[in-house]
C-alpha cells in the first residue's frame, strides 16, 4: 500500500511538472514583423525659365528686354511663367521694330501706360502655334495688361496674324515653345487703342507707277521707216527758190552785160 501511494504521489508531480512546462513555452504567438509600404517618389519639379537669358541670347530683343528690365514686368512675367498652372506666351519685337516706330512715340508716354504697353505683349496662357487656329474663332482675346487690352489672330494656313488696332503684323518665328513657355518674334511693336485711342491713321497707298509716254519729238516707226513727207516738203521747196534766183540773177547779169556792149 505504502508503495502504490509513493508511486501516484511521484505520478502527479511529473504531471504537474510537465503541464508547467507546456503552459511556459506554448505563450502567445510573437508578433509578426510589417514591412513598410514604400511611398512613391514625388514627380520632379518642372525645369526654371529663366526669360531673361533667353531674350538675351535668342535674337535681336535687346530693346525689348531693356524696357521689360526698366518697367521691372520681367517679374511680372517670370512669374506667370514658373509659379503658374497656365504658362505665358510673349510676342516679342524686333529691335528695328522700334527704330521704325516714329508715330506714334513711346517717349511721351506715362509709366503707367509704358507697363501696359508692355504687358499687352503677353497672353496669360502658353499657346503652342497649333492653338492658334481655335483662337482665331473667339473673337478678342485679353491680355496680361487687363481686360481692355485685347488682341485679334488670325490663322492663314498655319501664319498667325496679329490685330491690336493700331498694329498689325504676324509671328515671323518661334523663339521658344516648350509649356509653360512661348516666345514668338513679331515684326511690329503692339500699339493698344486703350492708350493710343481709335483714330487710327489709315495705311499709306501704294505709290501710282510712273505713266511713260513716248516723247512729241520723238520719230515714229513710220517716220523711220519711210519718212514723213509733210517733213521733207519744205526742204525740197527752199531748194527750188534757191535754184529759181541763181537762174533769175544769171539772166539779169547777161541783160546788162548786153547792154553794156550795145552802148
Known amino acids: 500500500m505504502q508503495f502504490s501511494r509513493n508511486f501516484m504521489i511521484i505520478c502527479s508531480a511529473l504531471l ?6 507546456y503552459g511556459q513555452t506554448a505563450g502567445p504567438p510573437a508578433p509578426v514583423a510589417m514591412t513598410p509600404t514604400p511611398t512613391p517618389a514625388p514627380a520632379p519639379a518642372p ?3 529663366n526669360l531673361t537669358y533667353l531674350l538675351s541670347v535668342a ?3 535687346h530693346t525689348f528686354l531693356n524696357y521689360l528690365e ?5 517679374d511680372t512675367f517670370q512669374s506667370q511663367a514658373n509659379n503658374t498652372e497656365q504658362g505665358i506666351t510673349i510676342f516679342v519685337p524686333k529691335d528695328d521694330s522700334f ?3 516714329k508715330k506714334p512715340s513711346l517717349s511721351n508716354l ?4 509704358l507697363k501696359s504697353l508692355i504687358l499687352f505683349h503677353a497672353l496669360p496662357k502658353y499657346y503652342a502655334l497649333a492653338d492658334f487656329n481655335d483662337l482665331s474663332t473667339k473673337g478678342p482675346i485679353t491680355t496680361l495688361a487687363g ?4 488682341l485679334n489672330f488670325t490663322d492663314d494656313s498655319g501664319t498667325v496674324h496679329l490685330d491690336s488696332g493700331w498694329s498689325k503684323t504676324k509671328v515671323s518665328s518661334a523663339v521658344h515653345s516648350s509649356d509653360p513657355v512661348a516666345i514668338y518674334q513679331v515684326n511690329k511693336v503692339l500699339l493698344p487703342e486703350a492708350i493710343f485711342g481709335t483714330d487710327i491713321p489709315p495705311t499709306p497707298a501704294p505709290s501710282p507707277a510712273p505713266d511713260i509716254s513716248p516723247a512729241a519729238d520723238s520719230p515714229s516707226a513710220d517716220s523711220k521707216e519711210g519718212g514723213s513727207p509733210s517733213k521733207a516738203l519744205p526742204s525740197d521747196s527752199a531748194s527750188h527758190r534757191v535754184m529759181k534766183l541763181s537762174i533769175w540773177s544769171h539772166l539779169v547779169l547777161a541783160v546788162l552785160g548786153g547792154l553794156v556792149l550795145l552802148f
Open 59 to 61: 535674337g535681336p530683343f
Open 147 to 150: 481686360g481692355q487690352y485685347t
Open 47 to 49: 525645369e526654371y525659365v
Open 70 to 74: 526698366s518697367t521691372k514686368i520681367i
Open 110 to 113: 506715362s509709366d503707367d501706360q
Open 16 to 21: 504537474l511538472c510537465s503541464s508547467l512546462t
Open 99 to 101: 527704330k521704325g516706330l
